[in-house]
């Protein structure tokens, strides 16, 4: 036995698309999530409380990715109809989700706790298990099995964050912030712990889809040299397009960050 539930999730799915959104973990008051619940109800709660974890929910992006999302405001406009807003998308990471939006009847869970992990381990990491779901003491009979892999998103390196960049006569200095998942909230350290064995980021110079240059750093700056860049682009370019990623151990890539700087 993996995981005992004691309670369904409340599961339901999206009457309304939803756009893509800009801004990751700042109070949106313009979207809403439109839903249809199978059972149960939900609950608006306070902003100080939605900060503290409250009102999660989870929604299928149209590239099959999932985005975290919590809200303040619940109104049930309809029977089993719901609106939901003052909503902070894009958590835990979920950024890639929140750019593609998602889809009307696009399947949502809201994740309280009812909702449990399947304590995967590492060697289990992205390998297809068969699951069976089954009534504990009960003559319930037994479901599946459910052919699921995991456990590669939850180790995948987060998107570096505030990319900035500016010319000088060497050329154009890059720089980022690193994110992490582990003790990561400490806002009185000087810096968070390191996810991975070593620091190391993947820096792409992009024109339009098209990778002119890619290196790997070992610390969250970088020098674009100002002879590298007259070779890739036969001249200085006013807007740089540029993508960074933390390289890690169990996940050779993770989620990118993408910025266009003025230099």
């Known amino acids: 036995m ?5 309670r369904p999730a409340r599961i339901g799915r999206l009457t309304a698309p939803l756009p893509s959104g800009k801004v990751s973990g700042r ?20 902003p100080e409380a939605v ?7 989870a929604v299928r992006s149209v590239g099959g990715s ?21 909503l902070l998308r894009g958590l835990a990471g979920t950024e890639d989700a ?25 060697e289990e990491r992205g390998r297809s298990l068969n699951w069976i ?7 319930a009979g037994a479901a599946g099995p459910f052919a699921f892999a995991g456990g590669i998103r939850a180790q995948t390196p987060l998107s570096p964050v505030h990319i900035s960049g500016a010319r000088f006569d060497d050329g154009i200095r890059l720089s980022w912030v690193r994110r992490g998942r582990l003790d990561a909230d400490d806002w009185a350290a000087a ?6 064995p070593e620091e190391r980021y993947r820096v792409e ?19 674009y040299a100002a002879a590298d860049e007259i070779a890739d682009f036969g001249e200085l370019q006013s807007l740089l397009a540029v993508r960074v990623r933390q390289m890690g151990r169990a996940v050779p890539l993770g989620l990118p960050a993408h910025a266009v700087i003025s230099v």
Request: charged letters at 20%; proline letters at 6%; glycine letters at 8%.
């Open 2 to 6: 993996r995981a005992m539930l004691q």
């Open 27 to 46: 109070f949106d008051r313009s979207a809403t999530i439109d839903l249809d619940l199978f059972f149960g109800g939900i609950s608006s709660a306070a």
């Open 51 to 57: 900060l503290a974890g409250e009102n999660r929910l």
């Open 66 to 86: 999932w985005e975290i999302i919590h809200f303040v405001q619940a109104e049930e406009v309809a029977p089993g109809r719901w609106e939901l807003s003052r």
């Open 98 to 122: 929140m750019a593609l939006g998602a889809a009307v009847a696009a399947p949502i869970v809201l994740l309280d706790e009812a909702v449990v992990p399947l304590g995967l381990s590492v």
């Open 133 to 139: 779901a089954e009534g504990a003491g009960a003559p």
């Open 191 to 196: 810096d968070i712990p390191l996810d991975e």
């Open 205 to 223: 110079i992009l024109h339009g889809m098209d990778v002119r240059r890619a290196v790997n750093v070992p610390a969250p700056a970088f020098l």
